[in-house]
């Protein structure tokens, strides 16, 4: 059993147990869920250091034999996104505290520390599951925490939104839940490397339907067009340090489960095609969407489903290149949006909401807030020296690379989603940042600066630097980034050193 | 016995389309309804999985069969998850009940805005 493996779960688990017991002392609970955290981001740090040549770590759970027992593993992209994912956490937790602190929020945090640890236990098992049963459970996991952490605050909108949120959700939990019984009945087994070797055998048309089920439900999950509906209607109404967490890492888990039953399970070509169109149309939708909205929140919430599409157009590409580029878009997405957001909840936190109607020169206001907002964007749009710009242009390389009708499509449909992104920005830039403030902002500014929350604002400022930062330094170090991407994005490709590290030589 | 039992291939057809009817009423009650059909029909489906079914999974049957214990276990695990959720989407629904005094699902109002925006207000 190794100990490396199971701290991602356990860990947090225990925190969301101390902090539940620490919920008189709210004090002890933030130290304790921060100790948590920072146990699980340097154990992701070890865990990518001793995976960064492609090594693939296995856990039997109990010493149970794979296929029999239950299987953890951590490959390079694994690794990587666990990082990912729990320093991103860290970062909003601590912005949630520095929120607390200043009572700039109607959060109730003696509910939020403990949920908000299961959620990050959910999202870490998701990642290292080796079976299809334990995929679903982190998956369940994450989904209960996330129903709960929704209707915090409770308000009408809130209510009605969660409703959406939670029936959508079971609906593709449902469908999981029936792919994994037909994937059993087929296969007689749920370990995943077991089913890619049996999956060789079957007949193809049964192949090609289950990867569609398996394309569809988490399709659901990642907010694929025209699976999307969901998403701008949820995430733009719960508390921010909810959204950002969610838009940031919800969906990305989704796209990575896509990722790993299409490539490991699935003989990709059968269903490739079927990808590639929704990949184009999820783009496009997405961001044609985002240009009508007048919300902030609205609008990067439908900029976050069109940038799913180029996600999932690299796995319809499907060549190493690409799934390297996959990789990397995503660590680079996941930071960026979690700072969008968190930029969102600092804007609500000046003016009160984030309608575009009625905010104006936000860059007066607060220039450091405008500078917060600006390069994240940029990146987002891709463009250089961003992390968003190095992403995109892997991912346009190997589409280029890989030629024919709908490659090109596609890269043309990235393309042209990149320009609209950044008509989208700077429509958010002339309207809320640049102009003379409303007198009303100067002065919900000064109530602001001038009472007892300012220690928590700067905290929360502070939170959302680091997060900046850490997107920049994607930018910095996407040399090492990248190395490690192809050597994930290999071991994607060929799923053999995936097989032979869960079942081991003598097992296949 | 080398086919699952043909009843029990009909229930799940019938508790799936009926589970997916009932989630696209507009009455949320209704919607909760589905979802709890739909989980009957997802664990069915489960048990579908194994053609001796019938057959006890531990101690074995009249010539010492086995039936797989595996499914049973995920069905278990299953039921489990599917009756916290809908506990939660009760008390969700009732919430929403509280509010408005009424269970519909709602036209999507800033859809509606937008599609009957013709130019924007603030054009300054």
């Known amino acids: ?163 959406i949120y939670t029936v959508v959700s079971l609906t593709s939990s449902i469908l999981f839940l029936t792919g994994i019984a037909l994937v059993y009945a087929l296969t007689g087994t749920v370990n995943m490397a077991d089913i890619s070797e049996k999956l060789g055998t079957a007949p193809p048309e049964l192949r090609m339907v289950l990867a569609l089920l398996f394309f569809v439900f988490f399709g659901i999950k990642a907010a694929i067009v025209p699976m999307h509906f969901w998403l701008p209607d949820s995430y733009p109404v719960a508390l921010t340090r909810i959204s950002a967490i969610f838009a940031a890492l919800l969906t990305k888990v989704a796209v990575y489960a896509i990722i790993r039953t299409q490539t490991l399970l699935f003989l990709r070509d059968d269903i490739s095609t079927v990808i590639m169109v929704v990949a184009i149309a999820t783009m496009i939708v997405g961001i044609l969407g985002a240009l009508v909205q007048d919300d902030i929140n609205r609008v990067m919430s439908f900029a976050l489903v069109s940038h799913i599409g180029f996600m999932i157009f690299g796995l319809a590409l499907g060549t190493a290149a690409a799934l390297a580029g996959v990789v990397f878009y995503l660590v680079h997405h996941i930071v960026v949006q979690a700072t969008l957001f968190m930029v969102n909840g600092l804007i609500r936190q000046y003016v009160g909401h984030t309608s575009l109607r009625a905010i104006r020169g936000l860059t007066t206001v607060s220039p450091v807030l405008a500078l917060f907002f600006f390069l994240p964007a940029l990146s987002l749009a891709g463009l250089p020296p961003m992390s968003g710009f190095i992403a995109k242009v892997a991912l346009f390389e190997a589409g280029v690379a890989s030629g024919g009708t709908l490659a090109w499509t596609g890269v043309a449909a990235g393309v042209l989603t990149s320009l609209l992104t950044l008509i989208a920005i700077f429509r958010i830039w002339t309207r809320a940042f640049w102009g003379t403030p409303r007198p009303d902002m100067v002065e919900a500014k000064k109530q602001l600066r001038s009472g007892s929350n300012l220690g928590g604002l700067h905290v929360m400022t502070a939170m959302t630097g680091v997060m900046v930062g850490v997107g920049l330094l994607v930018a910095v170090a996407a040399g090492p980034l990248i190395d490690v991407s192809m050597t994930a994005a290999e071991d994607l490709v060929d799923g053999r050193a995936y097989i032979t590290a869960v079942l081991g030589e003598e097992g296949r | 016995m080398t086919t699952p039992s043909l009843l029990l291939i009909i229930t799940v057809a019938v508790l799936y389309s009926s589970g997916f009817y009932l989630l696209l009423q507009r009455s949320l009650m209704r919607v909760v309804f589905g979802i709890l059909v739909l989980g009957h029909a997802a664990n069915l489906s489960l048990l579908l999985t194994d053609v001796a079914i019938t057959l006890p999974p531990l101690l074995g049957g009249p010539e010492g069969e086995l039936s797989d214990p595996l499914p049973h276990a995920m069905a278990l695990t299953a039921i489990v998850i599917t009756f916290g959720v809908t506990t939660f989407l009760l008390a969700l629904a009732y919430r929403v009940w509280l509010g408005d005094e009424n269970d519909e699902v709602p036209d999507d109002l800033e859809d509606r805005r937008i599609s009957s925006l013709t130019e924007p207000e603030d054009s300054s």
């Open chain 1, 1 to 163: 059993m190794n100990v490396l493996l199971a701290i991602p779960l356990i860990v947090p688990l225990l925190g969301a147990a101390v902090t539940l017991l620490l919920r008189r002392t709210p004090r002890s609970q933030q130290i304790a869920s921060v100790l948590t955290l920072s146990v699980v981001v340097v154990n992701a740090a070890v865990l990518l250091w001793q995976t960064r040549d492609g090594a693939i770590m296995v856990s039997q759970a109990g010493n149970w034999p794979a296929p029999l027992g239950i299987t953890l593993v951590a490959d390079p992209m694994a690794a990587l996104l666990v990082l990912t994912s729990s320093v991103v956490l860290l970062v909003v937790l601590l912005y949630a505290i520095g929120q607390d602190i200043g009572g700039l929020s109607r959060a109730t945090p003696q509910i939020f520390h403990p949920i908000y640890l299961v959620l990050t236990a959910g999202v870490c098992l998701s990642f290292i599951a080796g079976d299809l049963f334990n995929l679903f459970v982190g998956f369940e996991i994450m989904l209960t925490a996330s129903y709960a952490l929704i209707t915090q605050a409770p308000t009408r909108a809130r209510v009605r939104a969660s409703m």
